[in-house]
């Protein structure tokens, strides 16, 4: 027996003047030049608006590196508030503390450069004078053989006017800047789980909800695990460029100063190195009278990062955290060119962050895997 469709059990109706049933269509995508047009858009926002943009994200990376820190204090029934107050308190107190230390070093030497730098010059020039010597013979070649005669270059001199009211309408900015951080990072402290829960109250269903969940959960574990991780490492490094530059004759303060220098610019990947070492450069040439002497500390600075870089680093992080050198060296130059020296500092975090958000999203993996 035959049983009937559905629609035989309906009522006769006349339906030649029906209209077709609606077919649902696809979405349209948006062209590539709309894409382009969006992203460059973004980007200029990004750059014109960095005065509101910078301590709202640092404000944010902050508190996401103390949120672990406060729910341990909650679970020994310490309030919410009081936790953010003594996490802040102490990052504070220990920044200030590392401040008072290195002050007078750095003093001392900003003091110190130029009228050391007389003397760096004809090491300088010593070292440079093969270059120099093959320059010039090329350049005696070429003019040969295009039949020209020697003549000096021309030379470009320009003047800049300093306006010495800059530096005074500018640090009044940058303490407000330093403080709307340190309010934003406790407020995001104390009030950002709420927010939080809010946000995640709009989503329509469960599942919706469950994921974000997942995945801010899973971003603040792996960022503060990274951040406490690599601040371990960096301080190791330069407590150990400490030591072997005290080994090597610097003072104990100054010392100190390079080897807090470098565990601050091991925070940018490759850049901050390279960074360093040239500074270890000038720094030997300051110090020391010799040519091999003034060439050790960059020596031994780029052996200790050696050995960070490739051996201890990856080995702790794992796989979960490695990234592509290539990407990582596109996201420091965006970044630095939007943000300068915080982007630098800022751009492994929140390459970090779109990897663990791609690597939860169905059929996103793929791009996760890119990063690596």
Not at 95 to 112: D, F, H, K
Not at 128 to 155: F, L, W, Y
Not at 165 to 181: H, N
Not at 216 to 240: K, P
């Given at each position: ?117 007389k ?110 991780t ?7 490094l330069g ?34 190195p ?27 600075y ?8 490739q051996l ?20 420091l ?40």
């Amino acid at each position: 027996m035959i049983e009937p469709r559905p629609h035989e059990d309906l009522p006769d109706r006349d339906t030649s003047g029906d209209e077709p049933a609606p077919t649902t269509t696809p979405r349209p995508r948006a062209s590539t030049a709309m894409v382009l047009m969006a992203t460059l858009a973004v980007v200029y926002t990004l750059w014109a608006a960095q005065a509101l943009v910078l301590p709202i994200l640092l404000a944010m990376f902050f508190a996401l590196v103390g949120n672990p820190i406060i729910r341990g204090l909650q679970r020994v029934w310490v309030p919410r508030y009081l936790g953010a107050v003594l996490v802040l308190a102490g990052g504070l107190a220990a920044g200030g503390l590392l401040g008072s230390q290195l002050v007078e070093p750095a003093g001392e030497w900003i003091r110190q450069v130029p009228r050391e730098m007389k003397q760096v010059a004809p090491k300088l020039r010593e070292m440079t004078k093969p270059m120099q010597d093959a320059n010039r013979a090329a350049q005696n070649i070429a003019r040969a053989a295009g039949g020209e005669t020697s003549s000096k270059p021309v030379q470009v001199v320009r003047t800049e006017v300093n306006e010495p009211y800059k530096a005074l309408t500018a640090t009044p900015r940058r303490i407000a800047s330093v403080l709307a951080v340190v309010l934003l990072t406790f407020f995001f402290m104390v009030y950002g789980e709420s927010l939080q829960r809010n946000a995640i109250a709009l989503f329509p269903t469960r599942q919706q909800k469950k994921l974000t969940v997942d995945i801010l959960y899973s971003i603040e574990r792996e960022i503060s695990r990274y951040v406490l991780t690599i601040t371990i490492i960096n301080t190791l490094l330069g407590l150990a460029l400490a030591g072997a530059l005290y080994w090597l004759g610097v003072p104990v303060q100054e010392a100190l100063l390079w080897g807090t220098m470098a565990a601050i610019l091991n925070f940018a990947p490759y850049v901050g190195p390279l960074i360093g070492i040239l500074i270890m450069l000038l720094m030997g040439f300051v110090t020391f009278d010799e040519l091999l002497p003034s060439v050790l500390p960059a020596g031994v600075y780029l052996l200790l990062h050696t050995i960070e870089g490739q051996l201890i680093t990856p080995i702790v992080l794992g796989r979960q955290m490695r990234l592509s050198p290539l990407v990582l060296i596109l996201a420091l130059m965006v970044f630095g060119w939007l943000w300068g020296i915080i982007g630098l500092l800022l751009a492994v975090p929140l390459l970090v962050c779109v990897k663990l958000v791609l690597a939860r999203l169905e059929g996103m993996d793929g791009w996760a895997r890119l990063l690596e």
